[in-house]
């Protein structure tokens, strides 16, 4: 397996443009979680899912955000629209929850600018 | 709620000496915590968990659950060392792992 795979890896787009990050996990793994790296707040939750169904939400900044998984291999994050202040690295994360102390296996992030 | 604090964002030691990487954390259940580490230009990777007790690169870390703190240490740093660290817990309720703030650890030669 090639692990969590993350598209596309560079993302810079101009303010007011709609900008799609997408992810597959690891296959098998049934969590998939979507966190945000920045300098000033390291890494935020956003949101994650669980058997494809949303569980927690709670994280995502705004109305602007949006996130989908519409099956067990892909999911997408949705940012609509895109602001400077959404420039961050994005990460994807997957793990099998059903075993205890399972540990969450992370894409390599895509870099977004938003300029 | 749930909450992992790393105190320092930045740390800096010289190759040999000590580090101690700090992590408390708030969780009103029992707490199944992690460190992760990030090398540059590499993706996020899990380091150790508290659980099994293990010492990997040379770190370790204990859980103090009267202190509330799971810090990471290693006797001898080395200059592969350098790395972006976090401290994470997962909440065994709602299954989702939480963060700290990440500390940035530069080993000078």
């Known amino acids: 397996d090639a692990g969590v795979i993350q598209s596309p890896r560079h993302e810079v787009t101009e303010m007011g443009q709609e900008v799609t990050l997408r992810c597959k996990p690891i296959s098998g793994h049934n969590s998939l979680f979507w966190y945000r790296q920045t300098m000033m707040r390291g890494l935020e939750l956003l949101i994650y899912?669980?058997?494809?169904?949303?569980?927690?939400d709670s994280g995502m900044p705004e109305d602007r955000f949006s996130a989908k998984m519409p099956n067990a291999s892909f999911s997408t994050l949705k940012i609509q629209p895109s602001e400077p202040r959404d420039s961050a690295v994005y990460f994807c994360a997957s793990s099998l929850t059903a075993l205890l102390n399972t540990e969450a296996f992370f894409g390599q992030g895509t870099r977004l600018t938003v300029v | 709620a749930q909450r992992v604090t790393q105190p320092e964002k930045l740390l800096s030691v010289f190759k040999g000496a000590p580090v101690e990487l700090k992590c408390n954390y708030s969780y009103s259940g029992s707490p199944e915590l992690f460190w992760y580490v990030q090398y540059s230009r590499q993706r996020l990777q899990l380091l150790l968990r508290h659980i099994s007790r293990e010492s990997i690169k040379g770190f370790t870390a204990d859980l103090n659950k009267g202190e509330t703190s799971f810090h990471l240490k290693k006797p001898f740093a080395q200059e592969e060392d350098s790395a972006m660290y976090y401290c994470?817990?997962?909440?065994?309720?709602?299954?989702?792992?939480?963060f700290g703030q990440g500390t940035r650890l530069t080993i000078n030669p």
């Open positions: 899912f669980n058997n494809n169904v949303p569980i927690d």
């Open positions: 994470a817990l997962k909440d065994q309720g709602a299954q989702k792992l939480v």
